[in-house]
């Protein structure tokens, strides 16, 4: 009754309207007002459409991702619409005369339909070939920012897997799309596919049988992939963003550490109008590259390789880039063979096939591993700068080592044709640097990272170099610095180091021996793999900031009392450390 009294109110005032106009009320505001009646609009749009966005390039890669999967719907539509996912065999009488008369699926004459009799047709494929290699490609760099600056941390360890799930899922789709048109060379990327699945012990068998119905390559595949990558895949993925967003907007996004930013506020642009405006000229920026690259860069030209063929291969045969690290790992893999039961076991191929979603696994539950070894349960809202965690930043650079050397392997002949070297002393190298490259490139950035540390120290201690010289009174010459702004201060300073977990004396007070747990053993050790003494850097303290300048007298008593009284803040903030795994209050 209140609702409808309520109702008839504003139908009432509707008719006279308001204060200073006569006559009803517009037709849009009383649409307007009947929705918010119902839907809450009003209430939920003012509760959000000021929503605060960081102002950083960085952030950029996660709508790059967002804008190049909404192109990838948009073109895909178009292309279902004339696609025909059918294995029957035909023979070609089309446009492109040289496959004239040739044998071939009905899947690959539509493809050549596509790109040479619908209007559009090829650009269209084009720009959705292009589009999901940038979706994968921003999908990555996009998770490596992420990773580097610690954005995974709670309360966001489930939108790294969101994050991780949709990668995962992106390459298959993109495998699965890769194979629709049945050409020569998709046609040898899903042999290579049905080879791993036979190297499954026991089972590997029935797998492939009920994947391609049959027999390789059967007459079932390319029906089955076109469901799989057209509904289920993209279906999947699309509730998954929207569920990414969702915790985007929930948990509000992180941010740089810098002047006015901390743990419980941000610091940005609201959504409206100022990031719905950038926000929407930056979809159409990317859509028009993407336009751009599909109109004058081929990708895919399917008529050149021709209809797939069980008994032939396209000379350098290579898979989309985001596949070169599962090619790369059998490539370069021994041949090994065992004999186990009456079955025989292909561990040149099973080992790294089994290698390429464990690797994706660690990195889906490094959050949670990260979080048991410090004991760390607070939220964290400002990111880290990667040279403050090397050995994060070193884990996170080794494999990206890890991913170009097996890239090296999985075109192996490509490198081989192009830089006139043997193909086996490429693949021996590959060997070799699979297990070198990425401890070496770990050393390396973690060196580096503490050598940025101990110049951010020298930097706080010394302040910014001037380029004057200046003459002592006994003939000494000395360059002028000047302090750092407090901003600078901040930025250098604001990071915390905690103290890595100890398991503590063996025997208490009274002698009784402490029962310890290989679970604890395990966490100790990593934890001073992570924060121990050879892994950071100990940053200025108060101490020794006012010893510093007064010894060197090298500014005036206003920078001196600011840069300290930021550095007693900060040291304040460093005494909440992590002792035992526990927060200490």
Same mark, same amino acid.
């Given at each position: 009754?209140?609702?409808?009294?309520?109702?008839?109110?504003?139908?009432?005032?509707?008719?006279?309207?308001?204060?200073?106009?006569?006559?009803?009320?517009?037709?849009?505001?009383?649409?307007?007002?009947?929705?918010?009646?119902?839907?809450?609009?009003?209430?939920?749009?003012?509760?959000?459409?000021?929503?605060?966005?960081?102002?950083?390039?960085?952030?950029?890669?996660?709508?790059?991702?967002?804008?190049?999967?909404?192109?990838?719907?948009?073109?895909?539509?178009?292309?279902?619409?004339?696609?025909?996912?059918?294995?029957?065999?035909?023979?070609?009488?089309?446009?492109?005369?040289?496959?004239?008369?040739?044998?071939?699926?009905?899947?690959?004459?539509?493809?050549?339909?596509?790109?040479?009799?619908?209007?559009?047709?090829?650009?269209?494929?084009?720009?959705?070939?292009?589009?999901?290699?940038?979706?994968?490609?921003?999908?990555?760099?996009?998770?490596?920012?992420?990773?580097?600056?610690?954005?995974?941390?709670?309360?966001?360890?489930?939108?790294?897997?969101?994050?991780?799930?949709?990668?995962?899922?992106?390459?298959?789709?993109?495998?699965?799309?890769?194979?629709?048109?049945?050409?020569?060379?998709?046609?040898?990327?899903?042999?290579?596919?049905?080879?791993?699945?036979?190297?499954?012990?026991?089972?590997?068998?029935?797998?492939?049988?009920?994947?391609?119905?049959?027999?390789?390559?059967?007459?079932?595949?390319?029906?089955?992939?076109?469901? &799989?990558?057209?509904? !289920?895949? *993209?279906? @999947?993925? #699309?509730?998954?963003? %929207?569920?990414?967003? +969702?915790?985007?907007?929930?948990?509000?996004?992180?941010?740089?550490?810098?002047?006015?930013?901390?743990?419980?506020?941000?610091?940005?642009?609201?959504?409206?109008?100022?990031?719905?405006?950038?926000?929407?000229?930056?979809?159409?920026?990317?859509?028009?590259?993407?336009?751009?690259?599909?109109?004058?860069?081929?990708?895919?030209?399917?008529?050149?390789?021709?209809?797939?063929?069980?008994?032939?291969?396209?000379?350098?045969?290579?898979?989309?880039?985001?596949?070169?690290?599962?090619?790369?790992?059998?490539?370069?893999?021994?041949?090994?063979?065992?004999?186990?039961?009456?079955?025989?076991?292909?561990?040149?191929?099973? &080992?790294?096939?089994? !290698?390429? *979603?464990? @690797?994706? #696994?660690?990195?889906? %539950?490094?959050?949670? +591993?990260?979080?048991?070894?410090?004991?760390?349960?607070?939220?964290?809202?400002?990111?880290?700068?990667?040279?403050?965690?090397?050995?994060?930043?070193?884990?996170?650079?080794?494999?990206?080592?890890?991913?170009?050397?097996?890239?090296?392997?999985?075109?192996?002949?490509?490198?081989?044709?192009?830089?006139?070297?043997?193909?086996?002393?490429?693949?021996?190298?590959?060997?070799?640097?699979?297990?070198?490259?990425?401890?070496?490139?770990?050393?390396?950035?973690?060196?580096?990272?503490?050598?940025?540390?101990?110049?951010?120290?020298?930097?706080?201690?010394?302040?910014?170099?001037?380029?004057?010289?200046?003459?002592?009174?006994?003939?000494?010459?000395?360059?002028?610095?000047?302090? #750092?702004?407090?901003?600078?201060?901040?930025?250098?300073?604001?990071?915390?180091?905690?103290?890595?977990?100890?398991?503590?004396?063996?025997?208490?007070?009274?002698?009784?021996?402490?029962?310890?747990?290989?679970?604890?053993?395990?966490?100790?050790?990593?934890?001073?793999?992570?924060?121990?003494?050879?892994?950071?850097?100990?940053?200025?303290?108060?101490?020794?900031?006012?010893?510093?300048?007064?010894?060197?007298?090298?500014?005036?008593?206003?920078?001196?009392?600011?840069?300290?009284?930021?550095?007693?803040?900060?040291?304040?903030?460093?005494?909440?450390?992590?002792?035992?795994?526990?927060?200490?209050?």
């Amino acid at each position: 009754m209140d609702g409808a009294r309520a109702e008839n109110a504003a139908a009432g005032a509707g008719d006279s309207g308001p204060a200073g106009r006569a006559g009803p009320a517009p037709r849009g505001e009383r649409v307007a007002d009947w929705v918010d009646g119902r839907l809450g609009v009003h209430s939920l749009a003012k509760a959000n459409m000021r929503k605060v966005f960081p102002d950083h390039p960085s952030f950029l890669l996660g709508e790059i991702c967002l804008y190049s999967f909404v192109v990838l719907l948009l073109t895909g539509v178009y292309l279902t619409l004339f696609f025909e996912p059918s294995m029957v065999e035909v023979v070609y009488d089309g446009s492109y005369e040289p496959l004239n008369g040739v044998l071939m699926t009905r899947a690959f004459e539509s493809t050549l339909e596509i790109s040479f009799d619908v209007r559009g047709g090829l650009l269209i494929r084009q720009i959705h070939h292009w589009a999901a290699l940038v979706f994968v490609t921003g999908m990555l760099v996009h998770m490596m920012r992420v990773f580097f600056t610690g954005a995974y941390r709670k309360p966001r360890e489930i939108n790294w897997l969101f994050g991780w799930t949709l990668l995962f899922l992106g390459i298959i789709t993109g495998l699965t799309g890769y194979s629709l048109p049945d050409d020569l060379l998709s046609g040898t990327g899903v042999r290579f596919a049905q080879g791993a699945i036979l190297s499954i012990p026991v089972v590997g068998t029935y797998i492939s049988f009920f994947l391609f119905g049959g027999e390789f390559p059967g007459t079932d595949i390319i029906s089955r992939f076109f469901p &799989i990558h057209v509904l !289920l895949l *993209p279906g @999947i993925m #699309l509730g998954l963003i %929207v569920a990414h967003l +969702i915790l985007i907007v929930y948990h509000k996004h992180t941010q740089y550490p810098g002047p006015g930013k901390d743990q419980k506020s941000v610091v940005g642009m609201p959504f409206l109008p100022v990031y719905m405006a950038k926000a929407g000229g930056f979809f159409f920026l990317v859509f028009a590259v993407l336009t751009v690259m599909g109109g004058i860069a081929q990708i895919n030209p399917v008529w050149a390789f021709g209809p797939y063929r069980p008994d032939l291969v396209t000379t350098g045969a290579q898979p989309d880039w985001y596949l070169g690290f599962s090619e790369g790992l059998i490539r370069v893999m021994p041949g090994w063979e065992i004999n186990l039961g009456g079955h025989t076991l292909v561990l040149g191929v099973f &080992i790294p096939f089994s !290698l390429f *979603p464990l @690797i994706l #696994l660690a990195i889906g %539950v490094y959050p949670f +591993i990260e979080a048991w070894i410090t004991g760390d349960k607070r939220e964290h809202h400002l990111l880290d700068r990667p040279r403050n965690t090397p050995v994060r930043t070193g884990l996170g650079v080794a494999w990206l080592s890890l991913y170009a050397v097996l890239l090296i392997g999985g075109g192996n002949d490509i490198v081989a044709t192009h830089l006139h070297l043997s193909i086996n002393s490429i693949t021996w190298f590959v060997r070799v640097a699979v297990f070198v490259v990425p401890v070496l490139a770990f050393l390396l950035t973690k060196r580096i990272c503490l050598a940025l540390q101990h110049r951010d120290r020298d930097k706080v201690l010394h302040g910014r170099e001037t380029g004057t010289i200046k003459r002592l009174p006994h003939g000494e010459y000395v360059e002028i610095h000047e302090p #750092l702004p407090q901003d600078q201060l901040f930025a250098l300073t604001q990071h915390e180091q905690p103290r890595a977990y100890e398991i503590g004396p063996r025997e208490d007070a009274r002698g009784v021996r402490r029962r310890v747990t290989v679970g604890q053993r395990v966490r100790a050790r990593l934890a001073r793999s992570l924060y121990g003494p050879d892994t950071q850097i100990p940053k200025p303290t108060p101490e020794e900031y006012r010893e510093h300048q007064d010894q060197h007298g090298q500014h005036g008593q206003q920078g001196h009392e600011t840069g300290e009284g930021h550095l007693d803040h900060q040291g304040d903030e460093e005494r909440q450390e992590l002792t035992g795994g526990e927060q200490r209050q």
